[in-house]
């Protein structure tokens, strides 16, 4: 049996008319604790929140959330 990985991960988030509610886990660094993650998104994304032409339509981005992350591998037979 693995082990699943366990973390920290980014959790990107946007609202428009178009497309409603969006949300999805950015592929990316996996990290310890909460802390490490939330510093890294004010560094990568953390320009978002000083942008109102960027959180406005037809945008509508947020600044990414830490989230907890669990992640699986199963073997799949032939």
Known sequence: MIRPLRGWGVMWKSVN???????????????????ECRDFIEKVYGYIR??????????GWRVPKAVRVKVTAQERKP
């Open 17 to 35: 008319r178009l497309d409603g509610p969006t949300a999805y886990l950015v592929w990316g660094p996996l990290f310890r604790t909460r802390r």
């Open 50 to 59: 000083k942008r109102p032409d960027l959180r406005d339509e037809p945008h």
